[in-house]
């Protein structure tokens, strides 16, 4: 029969039970049709085939009725359990003020450090068709990463194919003061980057106003020179004013018309840096004043990237260029041997842009989101605490809302609008911390006093990131809570006895939890912290606390060589007669400038190995750079003035070695007179060694020292300053004294040797830093939860609290009583911690100096802070306890 089928009867019943569930409140009538209806269901085999057909037809009806008006219901039934929740956290605003601001740090911490992680680890280029752009990766013999130098820029941009374009880029910015019509207060500082003319067309950017650069304004000859302003200082130099366009600005003393502004945005082709000025190539001699780099084939300062043809894959393009640097190799031209230092080029993507910063900062940002997703952990087991402790005081209301008729089902949504709220609150407090916080971070990952150039500004992106970890942390401190509190015994609540209070099942596992997170990060701060301190108490084998390091340009500033000595004498005298000078010399380069590699080293007597990298440093000094510096000779004497006279190919031929090289190449023998050359055949063995020097760390602070030759020179770029007060204060008087030989000479940069390890150590500073603030502040959410817990098993205990001392119990015995419950729970968190702290804190290995990731020092000074803090709050709820009255005691309800 047609309706004897299971589906149809289950359509006749299903049209009676759903409109019975979702319309309670119907009136009269249509109770009696439900009733009607199941009436014939029972009947069912009786019915005629008409009677059958009529009461499908009717029920499906029904159920499509009451399934299109449930959206409405849940609409109504959610904005009322929204606004009951409202009023209740209103009420409650000491509960609600504790809560939400616990999850506003912790969601903020997370959006804060997300918006870093994704302007520096997602986020790709500005530009359009990012997916499109490659960069070429040059790697010498020794795999270390080069650039390239103007002339092998031009050969690879004419012979390789598959590219649509190919620009090339200095490799940074450089500061330089901006004079004119146009700069503000006479004087400004702008960062300038120079690039190729393909440079804006390759990366695919358009002006807001005016033009970008072409190939035509990179000629050495033709146009006049022009530049493109970025937009943030076009609107903060400028005032957004139009009429920039065609107005000129000096650069160095040279003038630039500006011919366009960048859109908003656009930062370049490398996170980390934002030139405010973009100029051609072709003006590199003249910013440099005649000393160019633009036709010298050995040095490398431009990085190249370039768009790559549709259709055309990365290997494809990969192997044309393989094939042009070999032709160029092959040339005997002096561009043929300078390519010949360059062992492979490799084509990588660059959709997010040059990867150095990204690569620098991407294991800390990674570890810091971890850490903030642990304080968001704590936050939401302090939230979900509290919650419990206060649902537990709800009982009554509880219990009488299910006695009129409400549902398990209902009572756990109610909880759960009032766990979004919070969360709505606490995300949008975040979204204010994040703001904040995001630009505190910038400040901390910089290695001056300007903040890093990067875009944190909230979008899209970020909010919808918020908003995400708001509902996640809405489920994962309110579900749990509601679940619990909805599945007891309700009912014992209406006869009104209040003489106990229920436990918590859940807040101490949660306790435990907190702690245990919380030692975790207390020992990876730790550990950070004494890295951070490690690094700056190195030894760097000389006095650098006193030093102060000038770098100089005099060929920039119209300097002959052979007027170099004179120059250097006069600085040396002037400086010599500053107040609070104690010696100056000359190097080559210093602490963190770089030294010079040579290869390939032959040590008279010393057979190398077949694979031996042959290659030290070398580095060029005055007469007294030891004493300056106050760097030991451990053997031997320093250079004489006669061996660095005015004729070096008639001057001795001698050198200082440093302990390194001194071990490697003569083990316990005497080095001093022995002899060493260059080459592989006829070596001539004409550099006689007259001193070791101690080790000392130029820079790489966890590199081991490697050989290193100091050999005499007349002098150089650097000026080597050692003050007899406070390096820093002398700095001023430094600039002054070089100005007073010649206004006119260029000084790149003056710095301490301090000041230069702090350069050095952002990415430790911002590490330890943060990591100890989230940790601090995990350990005091923990704290608060352990409180909040131990003070709602002592209100539970008040009666039990009052026989004990009414039968004579002291108060010793009481606080007793509460401190072994509460280092109990201490107790268990710390061994999880312990054994979670042994396996995840070796992740940190790379990150750690003079020190391993299970130091027992740092595992023990975390340990007693948390039992600390831990002791003070689980003390101040037995205190309380300790003094409760016995008899107020028993009669407590």
Request: with cysteine; proline share 5%.
């Amino acid at each position: 029969m047609l309706f004897a089928k299971p589906h149809l009867r289950l359509i006749a019943l299903v049209g009676i039970i759903v409109p019975q569930r979702l319309r309670a409140d119907w009136k009269q009538e249509w109770e009696a049709e439900l009733q009607h209806r199941e009436q014939l269901l029972v009947q069912w085999d009786r019915l005629d085939w008409r009677s059958k057909l009529d009461l499908v037809r009717r029920s499906s009806s029904a159920f499509w009725d009451a399934l299109w008006l449930l959206p409405k219901r849940w609409e109504d039934e959610i904005v009322q359990d929204l606004r009951f929740g409202l009023r209740l956290l209103l009420k409650n605003r000491g509960f609600t003020g504790v809560a939400v601001l616990s999850l506003a740090l912790g969601i903020g911490a997370n959006t804060a450090i997300f918006s870093l992680v994704d302007a520096v680890l997602i986020k790709s280029l500005p530009v359009r068709s990012p997916e499109q752009l490659v960069v070429f990766d040059a790697r010498n013999s020794r795999g270390e990463q080069s650039n390239f130098s103007h002339p092998v820029f031009k050969e690879l941009r004419l012979r390789t194919p598959g590219f649509s374009g190919i620009f090339a880029a200095m490799d940074g910015t450089t500061r330089l003061e901006m004079t004119g019509s146009l700069s503000i207060n006479g004087m400004a500082q702008a960062e300038v980057q120079l690039v190729s003319g393909e440079y804006f067309q390759v990366l695919g950017v358009n002006p807001i106003i005016g033009r970008t650069l072409t190939p035509e304004d990179d000629r050495t000859s033709g146009s006049d020179p022009v530049a493109v302003l970025s937009y943030d200082f076009w609107k903060g130099r400028f005032a957004s004013d139009v009429s920039v366009i065609g107005q000129t600005i000096i650069l160095k003393e040279q003038p630039f018309t500006v011919i366009g502004v960048t859109p908003p945005g656009f930062f370049g082709e490398a996170v980390g840096r934002s030139p405010d000025i973009w100029a051609p190539l072709m003006m590199e001699p003249s910013l440099n004043r005649g000393a160019s780099y633009l036709n010298d084939v050995t040095t490398g300062w431009l990085r190249i990237m370039a768009r790559l043809q549709p259709g055309v894959s990365e290997k494809q393009a990969q192997a044309g260029l393989s094939l042009s640097l070999e032709q160029i190799k092959t040339e005997q031209s002096d561009l043929g041997k300078s390519a010949r230092h360059i062992a492979t080029i490799e084509v990588l993507p660059a959709h997010k842009g040059l990867s150095d910063f990204r690569t620098q900062f991407a294991q800390p940002l990674q570890i810091l989101m971890a850490v903030v997703g642990l304080v968001l952990l704590i936050a939401c087991a302090n939230v979900a605490n509290l919650l419990l402790a206060r649902s537990m005081a709800r009982q009554s209301e509880l219990a009488t809302r299910l006695a009129i008729g409400a549902g398990r089902f209902r009572l756990i949504r109610q909880f759960l609008s009032e766990s979004f709220l919070l969360a709505a609150a606490g995300g949008s407090l975040g979204v204010l911390f994040a703001w904040w916080g995001s630009r505190a971070l910038l400040v901390l990952g910089s290695s001056g006093d300007a903040p890093l150039p990067i875009n944190v500004t909230p979008d899209s992106r970020i909010l919808g990131f918020t908003l995400v970890i708001s509902l996640v942390t809405a489920i994962l401190f309110g579900l749990a809570p509601a679940l619990i509190v909805t599945r007891g015994e309700l009912n014992a609540s209406l006869k009104g006895s209040t003489s106990a209070q229920p436990r918590l099942p859940l807040s101490r596992p949660l306790v435990v939890g907190q702690v245990a997170l919380s030692l975790l990060l207390l020992t990876g701060a730790g550990l950070l912290v004494q890295t951070l301190r490690n690094l700056h108490r190195l030894d760097l084998g000389f006095a650098g606390e006193r030093i102060i390091q000038a770098r100089i340009y005099p060929e920039a500033s119209g300097y002959e060589a052979k007027e170099l000595p004179e120059l250097h004498k006069r600085l040396i005298e002037k400086l010599n007669s500053t107040p609070g000078i104690h010696s100056v010399s000359l190097a080559s380069s210093g602490f963190r400038t770089g030294t010079s590699r040579t290869c390939c080293i032959a040590v008279e007597g010393y057979t190398p190995g077949p694979k031996e990298d042959r290659e030290v440093q070398t580095l060029r000094v005055t007469p007294g750079y030891f004493a300056t510096m106050g760097l030991p000779l451990v053997m031997g004497r320093d250079f004489t003035a006669s061996e660095v006279s005015t004729k070096p190919q008639e001057s001795p031929k001698v050198a200082i070695v440093n302990e390194t090289m001194a071990r490697h190449y003569f083990g316990d023998v005497n080095p001093l007179g022995r002899r060493f050359g260059w080459g592989d055949q006829q070596v001539k063995y004409d550099f006689e060694i007259v001193g070791i020097a101690k080790d000392a760390n130029y820079g790489k602070l966890r590199v081991k020292a490697s050989s290193l030759i100091y050999f005499p020179g007349r002098g150089d770029s650097l000026l080597v300053i050692r003050s007899a007060t406070d390096s820093t204060a002398l700095i001023a008087a430094v600039r002054q004294a070089i100005q007073q030989v010649d206004k006119n000479l260029e000084i790149l940069s003056i710095q301490t040797v301090p000041q230069l390890i702090d350069q050095a150590l952002v990415q430790e500073r911002m590490l330890a830093k943060l990591s100890s603030f989230f940790s601090l502040l995990a350990l005091l959410l923990a704290g608060i939860g352990l409180y909040g817990v131990m003070s709602y098993d002592v209100a539970r205990r008040t009666r039990e609290i009052g026989i004990r001392m009414a039968l004579g119990a002291q108060r010793r015995a009481v606080v007793g009583l509460i401190m072994r419950r509460t280092m109990l729970l201490v107790f268990i968190g710390v061994v999880i911690g312990l054994g979670a702290a042994l396996i995840s804190t070796r992740w940190l290995t790379s990150l750690l100096f003079g020190l391993t990731p299970n130091d027992p020092l740092i595992i023990a000074l975390a340990s007693l802070l948390l039992m600390m803090v831990a002791g003070l709050a689980g003390y101040l709820p037995a205190r309380k306890a300790a003094q409760v009255n016995p008899l107020a005691a028993l009669r407590h309800e």
